[in-house]
């Protein structure tokens, strides 16, 4: 019986290990020349997005413009002052972020999103125990924000 159970363990420990040594090299890498060459040896060509594309969007993290009204808001600012600058919400959802499944974990869980139309979002941290809307953790501008 004991026997059984050690070339069981021993077995499954193997499986494990070549399942994990398989997975870190099998990967694949990017060369400058915008190819990508796979485990295999084959190469495939990257396509860059379309200038149409880029000029659409903003890549995250760009600052709203000097003169738009998301621009004067704040990190750290209150959902008052928010409203006060930017006015009621287009739409509002609240969710769960990972830390919520930390046991010891006592900060933050959640977070709200305000979306503005044609204009992008303001998210806020929330109380882990009140569900309270905190202060502003970040600020998307998109112009292309549908509101939803």
């Not at 905190?134 to 998307?140: L, M, N, T």
Request: with cysteine; proline share 7%.
């Amino acid at each position: 019986m004991r026997s059984s159970l050690r070339s069981m363990l021993s077995l499954g420990s193997s499986a494990l290990l070549i399942g994990m040594v398989a997975c870190a090299s099998g990967g694949s890498s990017t060369s400058t020349s915008g190819t990508t060459t796979s485990s295999s040896g084959s190469e495939s060509s990257t396509a860059a997005p379309s200038e149409s594309t880029a000029a659409a969007q903003p890549p995250k993290g760009v600052p709203a413009p000097a003169g738009s009204k998301l621009a004067q808001v704040t990190i750290g600012m209150k959902p008052e002052q928010v409203k006060e600058i930017m006015g009621e919400p287009t739409s509002q959802t609240t969710y769960m972020t990972g830390k919520a499944w930390i046991p010891w974990y006592f900060g933050p869980t959640h977070q709200t999103d305000w979306k503005y139309k044609g204009t992008g979002r303001v998210v806020f941290v929330n109380n882990r125990w009140s569900g309270a809307i905190q202060s502003v953790e970040r600020i998307d501008y998109d112009p292309g924000e549908d509101g939803q």
